[in-house]
């Protein structure tokens, strides 16, 4: 630390900027720390101008822990930072305000009424950019509490998951996973999954500040505040976030705009230990239309899949919704509807309920018989999601082969015709990753499915035998 008689107020300032500029965003520094003016140095007691009561408001509730460091360099532990601020319509008048950091007296300063960055167009949302003042901002974290841990079913097709969600809400930001990405199908669990970190953060860090926003309506936001003219307050509204939860990451594609906010607004996120958690219907490598530079992000941390439950989830999630809902039901119906409906959690849980409610409504008994109807009409009804498991079948059945052969190591044409077909389908039919899909058809590689189905669309064009086995395959997976 230099001697302070050899130092001036400038030079102080100047090498606190320097600090400063290095550890937040160009457009920030720009915005809020060029404008203002070193004034005097007393003793250990560094003065700025700043243009406004709002700057200084903002400075002190955005940048208070960066000021600080940035004068305790310079100036040692004892420092003070002081505001000259200049008052609009004042003739340029200076009235000095007089805080120190970190700050104890706000109550010497009335504060100032902003507007939130920008409206919310979605009615059902209550707004999360309630801003009531600079002083106390009220952030609705907009978590469901239904969605927690305690009721997520842990199972071989999510643990990886769901522990390392439970590890990011213990120590949010201070893990390797970060930002932390969970993918899969519809209706498995991933949404859940999101709002039980996020319940379990506010549960256990009571002073982060969680926001849980879909990335549709984060992209809405971003336009409105394009159209106000808010593109800075927009940013530095997410940059308060501690925990930032974004459903469907996916839905950016193709919005290059958007995409880029975000990226900034991730990279001080991450830069300051703040926690990032995202979901996706699919795996970084499979998405489309997002700039290299955002992907690369993206993977920094831990990418999870969240797979189809096998039976044995399937069994505990009935179990779990039964003692949800203080409703009782044989092992045998159990067992029945786990083996039945196998697509996803959404349609395992709308099954059940739909049992339940034939049961009350016709006043009938649980069994196996009233099971076999409900769940029969159930699964008809309902547009089952392709899973691989599906597909596989399907091309099995097709070519009249054992579903094992069709997954063992056989290089016989027929057999290795067929298990190229159902991986070039569940490439085309799934939100799968080539990884995922080359796991659950004999075990292979992400590169034997890209040959896979490079294969079949050579053969489609060159080889008419084998164009009508995929066409025919193809209306059956549309059924």
């Known amino acids: 630390m230099p001697e302070l008689q050899n130092i001036t107020a400038q030079s102080v300032w ?11 965003q160009d457009q920030a520094y720009k915005t809020w720390f060029e404008p203002t003016q070193a004034v005097r140095l007393d003793d250990n007691a560094l003065y700025i101008q700043v243009p406004s009561k709002f700057f200084y408001e903002w400075l002190e509730e955005h940048y208070v822990k960066l000021l600080k460091s940035a004068l305790t360099r310079e100036l040692g ?19 000095p305000y007089t805080e120190q ?3 104890k007296n706000r109550e010497a300063v009335q504060p100032q009424e902003v507007e939130a960055p920008f409206e919310n167009r979605d009615p059902e949302l209550k707004n999360p950019f309630v801003i009531p003042g600079i002083r106390n901002i009220h952030i609705d974290s907009q978590l469901n509490s239904n969605y927690n841990f305690e009721n997520f079913v842990e199972g071989d097709s999510n643990r990886l998951a769901r522990s390392a969600g439970k590890s990011v809400a213990n120590r949010p930001g201070e893990t390797s996973f970060n930002p932390f990405l969970v993918y899969g199908g519809v209706g498995l669990g991933k949404t859940h999954l999101a709002h039980a970190i996020g319940v379990e953060v506010k549960e256990k860090h009571p002073d982060k500040t ?8 984060f992209s809405q936001q971003y336009q409105d505040a394009i159209r106000r003219k808010a593109r800075i307050d927009f940013i530095h509204f997410y940059q308060l976030i501690d925990v ?17 906010v975000f990226f900034h607004i991730f990279n ?6 703040k926690q990032v958690v995202l979901t996706s219907d699919k795996a970084p490598v499979d998405m489309q239309d997002i700039e290299a530079r955002l992907l690369s992000r993206l993977k920094w941390g831990l990418t999870a899949e969240i797979q189809h439950p096998e039976l044995e989830t399937r069994i505990n999630i009935i179990k779990n919704i039964l003692y949800r809902d203080g409703v009782s039901m044989s092992e045998e119906v159990i067992q029945y509807i786990a083996e039945n409906v196998t697509s996803n ?12 409610a034939q049961a009350s409504f016709n006043h009938l008994e649980v069994n ?39 997954k063992s190591k056989s290089r016989k044409r027929e057999i290795a015709q067929a298990r190229q077909l159902a991986m070039y389908f569940a490439k085309q039919y799934t939100k799968n990753s080539l990884a995922s899909i080359g796991a659950q058809i004999g075990n292979r590689d992400h590169a034997t499915v890209l040959h896979a189905c490079k294969t079949v669309n050579n053969l489609i064009e060159t080889d008419k035998e084998f164009k009508k086995y995929a066409e025919d395959i193809k209306i059956k997976l549309s059924m």
Do not use: W
């Not at 090498?15 to 550890?23: E, G, M, Q, S, T």
């Open 368 to 406: 196996i018989d009233l099971a076999k109807t409900v769940v029969d009409k159930f699964v008809k009804n309902v547009k089952q999601e392709l899973s691989v498991d599906l597909i596989q079948k399907t091309v099995a059945d097709y070519f009249k082969i054992d579903l094992d052969v069709l």
């Open 345 to 356: 959690v959404r349609e395992l849980e709308g099954s059940v309920i739909s049992l339940m």
């Open 268 to 273: 001080y996120l991450h830069q300051n230990r």
């Open 77 to 95: 532990p004892g420092a003070k930072l002081l505001y000259n601020i200049k008052m609009e319509n004042t003739g340029g008048d200076k009235i």
């Open 210 to 217: 969680v926001l849980y926003i879909s990335a549709e309506v």
């Open 14 to 24: 100047d090498r606190c900027l320097a600090y400063i500029k290095d550890n937040i």
């Open 101 to 103: 950091i970190p700050s």
């Open 244 to 260: 930032l939860i974004i459903d469907d990451i996916q839905m950016l594609s193709g919005k290059t705009g958007t995409q880029e």
